[in-house]
C-alpha cells in the first residue's frame, strides 16, 4: 500500500496546481494504480494506455495491443485498467500530478471539462493521423466540445426495448411494430400482459430515474435535456409527464406496483426479465448478448417507444467512452498512431469484439460481424441501421451533470411511493440543476 508520507506535493496543493479540483482527485492506489510511461529500458518508445474494465475486456484488449505491438516492435504499451468506480479519481490524480497516461479511456461525463482544460489532444490538429472516414456523423458528434475533437469513440452504443417472445407467447399478446409504436401503445401492451398473466408477470419495467431513458423521452417532447452551452433544458411540463406516465401504468397493472423493485444488482442475470417476472425493459444495446442468455434466448429487441408521431426524434447513439491522448503526452505520433489502429484495424476490431460496444468504424463493424454471436450481430445491425438516419445529437454533459442524475435516483423512488407527485418531483430535479448547473 502506498505510504501518505512519500506524496509530495500534497492533494490539496496538487489541486491548486493543476486546476483540476472539480475533477474529484483522490489519492491513487495500490495494486492496479494507474503508474506512468515514457521511454522503455529497450531504448524505443512506451506508452503508457488505460482503461476501466474486468479482466475479460483486459484479455480481448491485450490481444488486440499485442498485434499492434508485433506490427511495430519500437513501441512498447504499458496497460493499466481499473474497476469503473475509482478511475475518475484516479485518471484526476494522474493529470494533477503531471503524469498523464498517454491514451486513456476518457468518461463522457468528465469530457467537457478536461476539454476545456485543454488537457486532451485536438485531433483536429493531426489531419488525417487517425483516419475517420468510416465513422458516422452520429460517432463523430460524441467526440467534439465546440469544433475541437478529442477522441473517438471506444465503441458505440444506445438504448433499446427488450420484449420477451417466450412470454408474449405464452400469454397470446402480439409484440409492438418497434419501429412505430408510442408511449401509449407500450402502456396497452404493458397492461394485458398483466391482465392475461393475472399478474404473474408484469408487462414492462422501466426505471424512470435513469438518465439515457430521460434524455430520449425529453428530446421527443422536443426539448433538450442538457443545452449545447451546458444548460439545463428540460421543463417542468415535461418531467412532470414522464413521472405521471408510469405513475398511470402502474394504476393501470402493466407496471409492477410500489417496492416491487430491489436493490439486489444491476447485472442481467439479476434482472427482472431475466427472471421472468416483467416482459419489457430498457437495456443498453451493448449488453443484449447477456441478457439474452439469461432470458433463454428469447429477446425481440425494438426501439424506444415515441420516436414516431413525437415533435422529433429521440433516440441518439451513444459510447461508453472515447479514447482520448492526453495533450502533455510525450509521445503524441505514437499514440496517434495506436488509436488509428485500435479504431481501424479489422483484426484489432475482431479481436476486440463488442465488449465496449459496436466498433465506431462502421467498415469494422461491417467486417467482424460474421464472427460474433447472433445476439451481438443483431446488436451491430440494430446500431448500424440507427447510423443512417438522421438522429438526435446530444452534447457532452457538463459538469454539474452528475448532481442531476443524483436527483433523478433520489426522487424516483419518492413518487412511486407516493410522498412526492410527479410535479414536485419535476421541481425537486429543476431546483437541482438550477444549483448544479450554469444559469
Known sequence: M???AHIAPSRRELMKMTGLSGLGLALAACGRGFGGGGESSGGGIELNMVW???????AKTQAALDLFMKQNPTIKIKTEYQDSGPYKDKLATRFAGG??????????????????????????????????????????DLTKVGDATYGIPSGLNTIGF??????????????????????????????????????????????????????????????????????????????????????????EGGFPPAGFVETVGSSPEQSYIAKGSVASQIIPTNNFLRYNQVSGGNLQLLRIPGEVGGKRRGMN???????????????????????????????????????????ASSAVAD???????????????????????????VPPYPKGASAIQDALTAVAPEVEHGRVTPVEAAKKIIAEAAKALPQ
Do not use: C
Open 367 to 393: 467486417a467482424i460481424k460474421p464472427s460474433l454471436d447472433k445476439e451481438d450481430q443483431v446488436a451491430t445491425d440494430y446500431l448500424i441501421g440507427l447510423q443512417k438516419e438522421k438522429l438526435l445529437v
Open 317 to 359: 447513439i451513444g459510447t461508453p467512452a472515447l479514447w482520448s491522448i492526453a495533450a502533455a503526452s510525450k509521445h503524441p505520433q505514437e499514440a496517434l498512431e495506436l488509436l488509428n489502429f485500435l479504431i481501424n484495424d479489422v483484426e484489432a476490431g475482431k479481436a476486440l469484439k463488442t465488449t465496449r460496444g459496436v466498433p
Open 52 to 58: 476501466w474494465g474486468d479482466a475479460d475486456r483486459a
Open 99 to 140: 503524469n498523464p497516461p498517454d491514451l486513456m479511456m476518457m468518461r463522457m461525463d468528465s469530457l467537457r471539462e478536461y476539454a476545456d482544460r485543454k488537457a486532451l489532444l485536438n485531433l483536429n490538429d493531426h489531419a488525417g493521423a487517425v483516419d475517420m472516414a468510416s465513422l458516422s456523423q452520429a460517432a463523430k
Open 162 to 251: 427488450v420484449v420477451n417472445k417466450a412470454i408474449t407467447d405464452q400469454y397470446g399478446v402480439a409484440i409492438p411494430d418497434g419501429n412505430a409504436w408510442t408511449w401509449e401503445d407500450l402502456a396497452t401492451f404493458a397492461k394485458e400482459i398483466s391482465d392475461k398473466s393475472g399478474k404473474k408477470v408484469y408487462g414492462t419495467l422501466v426505471d424512470p430515474a435513469t438518465m439515457a431513458n430521460v434524455i430520449v423521452y425529453v428530446a421527443q417532447q422536443g426539448e433538450d435535456f442538457f443545452t449545447a452551452d451546458g444548460r439545463f433544458g428540460a421543463g417542468e411540463a415535461t418531467l412532470t409527464k414522464w413521472f405521471q406516465m408510469f405513475e398511470d401504468m402502474r394504476k
Open 2 to 4: 502506498m505510504d501518505r
